[in-house]
């Protein structure tokens, strides 16, 4: 019994261990091409915004907003081309990637330089489509600090040349919350890349410098 007692305790101090270093391990990852500054972003060809909830009359909740007017921005810099919009459309009545599309065009964004991932249902699927699916190679991505760091190293980890803008523009309800669920999702992220999880969708190809109406569904 002192000997499996051992083993398991034992056990528990590895895998703490572990996570730890795998949580250092991703935020290594991704620190140098985290930029807080839109003068910072190197040029790329595609912006990826990653989704978040969508409100029942079809607005931006305010993560979302603040993802989109930060790639916006830098739009509106020229650090990009192409707007890559990618969240949650499983079903007819919740959709976070029209909703990106809408406050874009009334903001001025031509639909010919928006595309739609209309599957992107968590940072893994999001990215590994943006390689497959859009064939993206060059892209920054728009979302709020704590979840930076992991979609950078997943995107890093699938061959992509991707930086990071950081799109935190005010508190938000539950920030502490996000940031403990991170230790989470970055173990769930090191799983996926390391069995070559396919996303719940792929679907046909539509290249980035292709045809965005390709992409669209309205």
């Not at 699938?158 to 799109?167: D, F, K, P, R």
Request: net charge neutral.
């Amino acid at each position: 019994m002192r000997r499996l007692l051992n083993f398991l305790v034992f056990s528990v101090i590895i895998g703490i261990v572990g996570v730890l270093i795998l949580q250092l391990h991703v935020k290594r990852t991704s620190r140098d091409v985290i930029k807080t500054n839109v003068s910072q972003l190197e040029k790329a060809y595609t912006g990826i915004v990653l989704g978040a909830s969508v409100k029942p009359d079809k607005s931006l909740s305010p993560i979302l907003q603040d993802r989109v007017d930060a790639a916006l921005l830098a739009y509106e810099n020229q650090k990009f081309e192409k707007f890559l919009l990618s969240g949650d459309h499983g079903d007819k009545n919740y959709d976070e990637v029209n909703a990106m599309k809408t406050y874009l065009n009334k903001k001025g964004v031509p639909d010919e330089d928006i595309f739609l991932d209309h599957a992107g249902f968590d940072t893994y699927d999001s990215m590994f489509r943006a390689r497959d699916v859009f064939q993206v190679q060059s892209a920054i991505v728009f979302t709020q600090e704590f979840h930076l760091p992991r979609a950078i190293y997943i995107g890093k980890n699938m061959g992509l040349n991707v930086q990071g803008y950081i799109a935190d523009a005010r508190e938000y309800p539950g920030n502490k919350h996000f940031s403990r669920r991170e230790w989470l999702a970055n173990i769930k992220a090191w799983m996926e890349l390391n069995i070559e999880k396919a996303p719940t969708y792929t679907g046909s190809v539509i290249p980035i410098t292709g045809d965005s109406k390709l992409s669209h569904d309205k």
